[in-house]
Nanobody, 120 residues
Framework: EVQLVESGGGMVQPGGSLRLSCAASGFNFSSYDMSWVRQAPGKGPEWVSAIWFGGGRTYYADSVKGRFTVSRDNAKNTLYLQMNSLKPEDSALYHC?????????????WGQGTQVTVSS
């Protein structure tokens, strides 16, 4: 059974940092591209970042470029998202998702999410 379990969310002041983790199990993690997707209340899902299966390439939404860094440790079956210089508009439920098909915005599994709240 494919499982994706996110952790590391919380409440932080504007300008602060958080590091999200996603523990993957039930599939060959190192064979799949992975993405982070977020959803704020009342809004649709927003793709945030993606990383190739080997970690060699990364991609970011313009809204987070230069502030967020995606990485992975295939030996630990874990995906990460380092978030710096956080803004109130970054507040959302953050999900990791397994990418399928071409590109990095089609998913077949994603986790329950971890809440990030940026507020003073």
């Amino acid at each position: 059974e494919v499982q994706l379990v996110e952790s590391g969310g919380g409440m932080v002041q504007p300008g602060g940092s958080l590091r999200l983790s996603c523990a993957a199990s039930g599939f060959n993690f190192s064979s799949y591209d992975m993405s982070w997707v977020r959803q704020a209340p009342g809004k649709g899902p927003e793709w945030v970042s993606a990383i190739w299966f080997g970690g060699g390439r990364t991609y970011y939404a313009d809204s987070v470029k230069g502030r967020f860094t995606v990485s992975r440790d295939n030996a630990k079956n874990t995906l990460y998202l380092q978030m710096n210089s956080l803004k109130p508009e970054d507040s959302a439920l953050y999900h990791c998702a397994r990418v399928i098909g071409l590109g990095y915005k089609n998913y077949d599994y994603w986790g329950q999410g971890t809440q990030v709240t940026v507020s003073s």
